[in-house]
């Protein structure tokens, strides 16, 4: 059991499985819109009345999960991870029924090994909590200063934190409200978590035997590929490593990215590599989780998609048991990411940075009563294809997520057909 969840600490992420795709950049171009503004939607006069905020959002910059091995070592030491106290908060990690925080087999997968300067793999640096603060400060201008939509001071009736099981996106979650509310709160902010089976946050190959089955097997296939195999024999003999050491292009780019973010040397010789390593991990991730194959990209997003559009119904039916909750706040990875953003027909060939959050805001005309729903992600307003505009009908929105989304009871039935499954 603990070699599976050492695997998926791995295969589950390149921050917790794959990580990115190589998508057509002329699509991403015309999907992307303008900067978002301050909303109308709060002003009686505008025609949208801002009703409800969810936000998926990947952690902050971090230590690697492997290092790139018989190359020069950064030195990873614990004053990395200092937190600022800007961001202290009262809070309590809790399931989702508000009992003891589930064990975390991942985050006990990445504690088993130590990098050099003696810290662990996974963990988020004082950069990492900066970054989440920031962000947490830039949803305060827009929803509390701008609009007066939020209060001003954290209350769980309005505001849900949700986070992966995992230490760098609970203090990722922390961070963000703390810069959200200027640390400010009414009661112990509760952020709660899944049991690792479950975990619907990221594409859970230990918890769904098919997604382990078809994912497992393109992953194997990816660096196999023409172009990326010889590519990657090409940086492996550059820096000496050996083929059985089984390096690929993710892991490379993982450690060389967390060097770069926190002015760590790299080996001189990936200078040169830069774009490439970038480009082929993308290929990668492109081929794992290509879109053609929409059973994967369903069981990696299906449930996630799902959620989101059950909040959005229980707000406009007012069946809530939180009538009040306005904001959901979900911190994951960017394997979360990537796969919604493709599934919404917006991604944008590009690794989701250290930080990137991808919003969907819950508009009400005040005329009709007719629900909207804008996305947004790093900022920038979203043309979804299949939406009439960037304010999408909510039926419209229904339609594109219903390519993907699936009801807990489609998941685990789809999860479970491992045994009859033929190869990808």
Not at 42 to 63: C, M, W
Request: aromatic share 8%; with cysteine; charged share 20%.
């Amino acid at each position: 059991m603990r070699n599976l969840w050492g695997k998926a600490a791995v295969l589950g992420s390149a921050s917790i499985a794959f990580g990115s795709m190589l998508w057509w950049q002329r699509k991403s171009e015309s999907n992307q819109v303008t900067s978002c503004t301050n909303d109308p939607s709060t002003n009686p006069s505008a025609p949208y009345e801002l009703k409800l905020v969810q936000i998926l959002f990947r952690h902050g910059a971090r230590t690697p999960l492997k290092t790139i091995p018989n190359v020069m070592e950064a030195q990873w030491v614990p004053s990395l991870l200092e937190p600022p106290p800007y961001t202290n908060i009262d809070y309590v990690v809790t399931d989702l029924e508000g009992g003891p925080r589930p064990p975390a087999p991942v985050e006990d997968s990445y504690r088993k090994n130590i990098l050099s300067g003696g810290t662990f793999p996974g963990q988020l640096t004082t950069l990492g909590k900066q970054q989440l603060y920031e962000l947490g400060k830039k949803l305060r201008q827009r929803y509390v200063e701008d609009s007066q939509f939020l209060s001003s001071s954290f209350n769980p009736a309005e505001v849900y934190v949700r986070s992966t099981n995992i230490v760098r996106t609970i203090d990722s979650a922390k961070c963000l409200v703390a810069g959200l509310f200027e640390q400010k709160q009414k009661e112990v902010v509760p952020i709660v978590t899944s049991k690792a089976e479950a975990e619907i946050l990221y594409p859970n190959y230990h918890g769904c035997k098919m997604l382990k089955h078809l994912g497992g097997y393109r992953w194997a296939e990816s660096s196999t590929l023409p172009d990326i195999a010889a590519d990657l024999q090409s940086i492996l003999s550059a820096l000496g490593i050996a083929a059985h050491q089984h390096v690929d292009f993710i892991l490379i780019r993982d450690d060389m990215v967390a060097r770069e973010a926190h002015g760590l040397p790299c080996p001189q010789v990936l200078d040169a590599w830069r774009a490439k390593v970038e480009q082929r991990a993308v290929d990668m991730m492109y081929y794992i989780y290509e879109p053609s194959k929409r059973e994967i990209l369903q069981l990696c997003v299906g449930p996630v998609l799902q959620l989101l559009s059950d909040n959005i119904e229980e707000k406009l039916r007012g069946s809530s048991s939180q009538p009040n909750r306005k904001l959901f706040l979900y911190s994951a990875h960017d394997t979360t990411l990537f796969p919604c953003l493709m599934a919404l027909g917006i991604f944008d060939m590009k690794w989701p940075p250290y930080a990137a959050e991808l919003t969907l805001e819950l508009h009400q005309s005040r005329q009709t009563d007719e629900a909207f729903v804008k996305v947004s992600y790093l900022g920038k307003d979203q043309l979804i294809p299949g939406c009439s505009g960037v304010y999408c009908p909510l039926q419209e929105f229904k339609q594109v997520l219903s390519a993907y989304s699936l009801s807990s009871e489609d998941y685990r039935s789809l999860c479970n057909n491992a045994e009859d499954a033929a190869e990808p």
